[in-house]
T-cell receptor, first 112, second 110 residues
Framework: GAGVSQSPSNKVTEKGKDVELRCDPISGHTALYWYRQSLGQGLEFLIYFQGNSAPDKSGLPSDRFSAERTGGSVSTLTIQRTQQEDSAVYLC??????????FGPGTRLTVL | RKEVEQDPGPFNVPEGATVAFNCTYSNSASQSFFWYRQDCRKEPKLLMS???SGNEDGRFTAQLNRASQYISLLIRDSKLSDSATYLC???????????FGQGTRLTINP
């Protein structure tokens, strides 16, 4: 069956521009997570959605970062006024329980 | 101090060797424990969960020592295809997120 998909796979942008990253979770999965992985670093939690509950935004690094999940399915991560330190691979995962998180292939963001 | 710490390696071992990775976690409220595998430029994939009693999956054995807050992964009879980065992962009680170590890079040489 279809796994988690993310788009675009690669994004190059200029400092100061806004970017939107998209995640399509596995159908039926109620939980959706965003992480980011900077070069040589471990994965860093950003935000978590579970059903209709208020999202856990505790990992968002600044107010330039926001995310939405529409209709309990597709999610968009938005980064406003991008900075060079935002360059990373942004990974989305979906699942029903913590030990069944399935990751998408990620979006590699490069801010010039 | 990072919540989950791993030796980043790299570990370079010959095919057929046995290799062990260690991981320590700092939060005593850590609840669940996992090893994930991440191939170069790919997403992480769950390798195995780790239980207090220890568990085995083929050539892979995982151990958890809650008293020492220490997790290990043992790979026996290593294969070329085992080359990857191995991520130690924990969850914290009450927090719905995975906390990742920075990973240990393993290369199996022919």
């Amino acid at each position: 069956g279809a796994g988690v998909s993310q788009s675009p796979s690669n994004k190059v942008t200029e400092k100061g521009k806004d970017v939107e990253l998209r995640c399509d979770p596995i159908s039926g999965h109620t939980a959706l997570y965003w992480y980011r992985q900077s070069l040589g670093q471990g994965l860093e939690f950003l935000i978590y959605f579970q059903g209709n509950s208020a999202p856990d935004k505790s990992g968002l690094p600044s107010d330039r970062f926001s995310a939405e999940r529409t209709g309990g399915s597709v999610s968009t991560l938005t980064i406003q006024r991008t900075q060079q330190e935002d360059s990373a691979v942004y990974l989305c995962a979906s699942g029903g329980a913590l030990d069944t998180q399935y990751f998408g292939p990620g979006t590699r963001l490069t801010v010039l | 101090r990072k919540e989950v710490e791993q030796d980043p390696g790299p570990f370079n071992v010959p095919e057929g060797a046995t290799v062990a990775f260690n991981c320590t976690y700092s939060n005593s409220a850590s609840q669940s424990f996992f090893w994930y595998r991440q191939d170069c430029r790919k997403e992480p994939k769950l390798l195995m969960s780790v239980y207090s009693s220890g568990n085995e999956d083929g050539r892979f054995t995982a151990q958890l020592n809650r008293a020492s807050q220490y997790i290990s992964l043992l790979i026996r009879d290593s294969k070329l295809s085992d080359s990857a980065t191995y991520l130690c992962v924990v969850t914290i009680q009450g927090a719905q997120k995975l906390v990742f170590g920075q990973g240990t890079r393993l290369t199996i040489n022919p």
